[in-house]
């Protein structure tokens, strides 16, 4: 099995080293993982809940410290990073450029709305958030520099009940998605550890289902990730979630690429 999506303790809500997953990873059997900590900013925004830009150079030398220690597993360098276009260059030209990450995943957690930016994780209320959501998920989309989207249906959190609303939001993820052809993640901490209630009872907060039943009308590829936020849990619902891609008939991506790069 393989994960794209590693926390470390440098996010400040995340506990252990690179060191810490990557035994756990050897001895669950993993031959692919893929480090995605929460990005520094260059202006040290939402510091948090992600490294502070002075950690960027530990962050990767321990990764390739472990491409050194644990030959036998595919590491790779990456980045969970939330879009906005002041931060284009320095994505693009530091992260991937002068610190040659293998790749960025898009992580919407917050979204500009009313002037201000808010939480994908608790803002989500009502329909002119989801809109506001969504508007900026798909012109971070847009930006060309992510391989993946990270929990693309997190307003699953606090939207929650299925309506039109959702439906159409979904709808704009997932045309997006086919024509960029851009893997969406099925996130196994959210398909865990995330669970709310709603007028139905309880449910999985994301991977929201309806979302990737509607998913199977789009050419899209899907990514499932565990989201490790402690090495215990490297491969947190991925025999889940690859169960979930196999029920629904949903297409793996093939980022295979990513080694190469
Ligand atoms: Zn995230
Ligand atoms: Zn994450």
Known sequence: MKNYHTHTFRCKHAEGEVGDYMRTAVSRGLSVLGFADHTPLPDNRWLFMRMGSSALPAYV????????????????????????SEYHSYFEDVLLGEYGLDYLALGCHFYPYSGGWVSSHVDILDAAHLLAYTKHLVESMRSGLFSFVAHPDLFGLTYRDWDKNTEAASRDILSTAQELQLPLEINGNGLINRLVESSQGMRVAYPWRPFWELAREYEVTVVVNSDAHHPEFVDQGLAEGLGLVESLGLTLAKLEYLEGS
């Open 61 to 84: 030398r321990a990764i390739e410290d472990a491409q050194q220690r644990f030959p036998e597993l595919t590491i790779l360098k990456g980045m969970e990073c939330e879009w906005a």
